[in-house]
């Protein structure tokens, strides 16, 4: 007799009922939804917030189908996307009323109509591509101008690494406007320093000045970019902010995203199948440029220096800023060092106070800059900070114990584990070359995406019933067997799509259509394995078992090879052909389980437990010159 043991029986049904479970939220849709999110780590998603949220809709007599929160965020369902705008901007409104200096993200969003309980069980919708739902719209501005006084800052640095290993004085290295002032007390040091740089520096145009009315320093040396340079670096910082994205954007796990440049200095990001897009937009809109300077710790300790500062009047060369532990410090305006030497940057914890951090590790240029300034200012302070949106934020300012060599950094000082996290990917992703400002922001309609749905779907449901008949016709019994497997297959790949939470894109269903073609050619094998088995003379409860065993080589070593085929096009394809690769991989896998183990598990239901068994519904068993075999009916 055939008959699985207990185990193996359990493990189908265990199979079916979490497929169909995963399966079951992708029918109920999705509603228009406005999403609040913190920007700052200090302001947290609380009680609070939902009843300033709920206060505000209801101030502006706006009705929500419902208001959920977590830790992160806020969402408010409502009836459909007019309400949705109008609400979006009656919470900016409320929540933002500066909105240069946002405490709040709010987006828009759409979230799933699934009920609680299957929620409850991370049992979600399986996301949709641009072509079949839409998505996230994102104009980006690239702020040129930042572009090049970025490149200065930083050649401002290098220029005094050049200056001290040549053994040149100057009198300071400083940025006016698009220019490197350079200031020397003779003339002959700075045709050295002119010479020196002209060797290493080939963008810098240099120009002689003599400031009489400086006594200290009355000779000059003006450095600009040229404007080869300066074209050559707006097109490194569109190209180099692009490739950042996608960093980012890898990092946030979004499917098949279009970033691409428009025009000479704007970028536009489509982000399908996003439901966090108030988390995406946090990501992209920020720059987290990394800067280290060092602390004015003699102006920082003079309290009526202190009090002008805080009233905006800091002393020169420095600016005000207030530590996160709410201490005022004055930063010098020259940068140490930047995020451009980075090359790596993980979340974890400090050792000796356990408190989240920021790991950093520095390129060998890096590493010696670093090396070289701790050094020289033992026993004095240095600030760290995160530059976002063209404003600074001191992480930490930590007094220098002793020289740091090695390269390895560390940023702490009251951030939390999340905080922490998000700061390691935008660094690890790339600080922008430039900073970038969100000038449209807007969910995308479907193009033809209804149409799009509507005609996959009957391909595929037209598609099954063809193969579903033709079995049924050709093999009766072991025909309904088979399409029984091939549905179980159908049920396993859309749970699997949805509990990996993939974006289901047009060429994805596509794929879809091509695994139940290809699913059921098993099935085919299995059958006339088992007429074969007939017609040598084998009973049917020894033709089903050879059956199964024997096809079971030729179908694994199919699926294989269409298997290898399946992850060349995931490795190497992009845009729809790694969508389409993703479905296929996934629905082979799933075929072998539902093609061999799911429909012998329902044969052995209907013939396992037959003793005496007169034959088998597998269709006509006839080969020429033979008898129609006895044992079919």
Same mark, same amino acid.
């Given at each position: ?173 400083? #940025?006016? *406007?698009?220019? @490197?002032?350079? %200031?020397?007390?003779?003339?002959? !040091?700075? /045709?050295?320093?002119?010479? =020196? ?126 530590? #996160?532990? *709410?201490?005022? @410090?004055?930063? %010098?305006?020259?940068?140490?060092? !930047?995020? /451009?030497?980075?090359?790596? =940057? ?288």
């Amino acid at each position: 007799m055939n008959r699985y043991p207990l185990w193996k029986n359990a493990t189908v049904i265990i199979a079916l009922v979490l497929g169909l479970l995963y399966t079951l939220p992708n029918f109920f849709g999705e509603a228009p939804a406005v999403q609040v999110s913190s920007v700052k780590a200090t302001i947290k998603v609380d009680t609070a917030l939902l009843g300033r949220v709920e206060d505000a809709l209801k101030t502006a007599g706006i009705a929500n189908t419902g208001l959920h929160a977590d830790p992160q965020s806020i969402r408010v369902r409502l009836a459909d996307t007019d309400t949705q705008l109008k609400a979006k901007d009656v919470i900016e409104k409320a929540l933002n009323p500066d909105p240069a200096d946002a405490t709040y993200s709010v987006a828009l969003n759409l979230v799933a109509n699934s009920p609680n309980w299957l929620t409850s069980l991370h049992a979600l919708p399986m996301y949709l591509g641009l072509d079949l739902r839409g998505g996230v719209h994102f104009l980006l501005q690239v702020d040129m101008k930042g572009a090049l006084t970025k490149r200065l800052d930083s050649t401002g640095a290098d220029l005094r690494g050049l200056l001290r290993d040549k053994n040149v004085r100057h009198s300071g290295i400083g #940025r006016e *406007g698009m220019s @490197l002032v350079i %200031k020397f007390r003779d003339a002959e !040091t700075r /045709d050295k320093a002119r010479e =020196a740089i002209s060797s290493q520096q080939a963008d810098l145009a240099l120009a002689d000045v003599q400031d009489a009315g400086n006594t200290d320093a009355p000779f000059k040396l003006i450095a600009t970019l040229k404007p080869t340079a300066e074209k050559t670096i707006q097109e490194y910082a569109l190209k180099q902010n692009i490739t950042t994205l996608h960093n980012r954007i890898n990092e946030l796990g979004v499917a098949e995203p279009v970033i691409q440049q428009q025009g000479v200095d704007r970028i536009v990001v489509q982000l399908p199948g996003v439901q966090d897009t108030a988390k995406a937009k946090d990501i992209l809109g920020r720059t987290a440029s990394l800067e280290v300077r060092m602390v004015d710790d003699e102006n920082s300790g003079n309290a009526s220096v202190m009090e002008a500062a805080a009233k905006g009047q800091p002393p020169a060369g420095t600016e005000y800023y207030v530590e #996160r532990g *709410g201490r005022p @410090l004055l930063v %010098k305006k020259q940068v140490v060092l !930047t995020g /451009d030497r980075l090359t790596d =940057a993980q979340a974890g914890f400090d050792s000796q106070t356990h408190e989240p951090a920021v790991h950093l590790t520095l390129d060998s240029a890096g590493a010696r800059i670093f090396k070289d300034v701790t050094r020289e200012n033992v026993n004095k302070r240095m600030a760290i900070l995160l530059i976002e949106k063209g404003k600074g934020e001191v992480v930490t300012a930590p007094v220098i114990r002793s020289e740091i060599g090695g390269g390895r950094v560390q940023i702490s000082g009251r951030m939390s584990t999340q905080e922490a996290n998000d700061t390691a990917l935008l660094l690890r992703a790339g600080s922008l070359a430039a900073p970038m400002d969100i000038v449209e922001e807007r969910t995308i309609g479907p193009s033809l995406g209804a149409e799009n749905i509507s005609k996959g779907f009957h391909s595929t449901l037209w598609g099954f019933t063809a193969i579903a008949a033709f079995m049924m016709v050709y093999y009766l019994l072991f025909g309904l067997v088979s399409v029984l497997a091939l549905s179980a297959n159908l049920l396993f790949l859309v749970a699997l799509l949805s509990l990996l939470q993939a974006t289901l894109t047009l060429p994805g269903i596509a794929a879809i259509a091509l695994t139940l073609g290809m699913a059921i050619d098993a099935n085919v094998l299995i059958n006339e394995r088992i007429r074969e088995e007939l017609r040598g003379g084998s009973t049917p409860q020894a033709a089903i078992l050879a059956g199964y065993d024997r096809a079971w080589a030729t179908i694994l070593d199919s699926n294989v090879t269409t298997l290898i085929a399946g992850i060349a096009l995931l490795i190497f394809g992009s845009g729809p052909v790694r969508g389409f690769a993703v479905v296929h991989c996934l629905g082979i896998t799933t075929s072998i389980f539902s093609s061999v183990v799911v429909s012998r598990a329902i044969v052995n239901v209907i013939y396992g437990r037959r003793k005496k068994l007169a034959g088998l519904s597998i269709g006509q068993v006839w080969k020429p010159g033979i008898t129609a075999n006895s044992s079919a009916k």
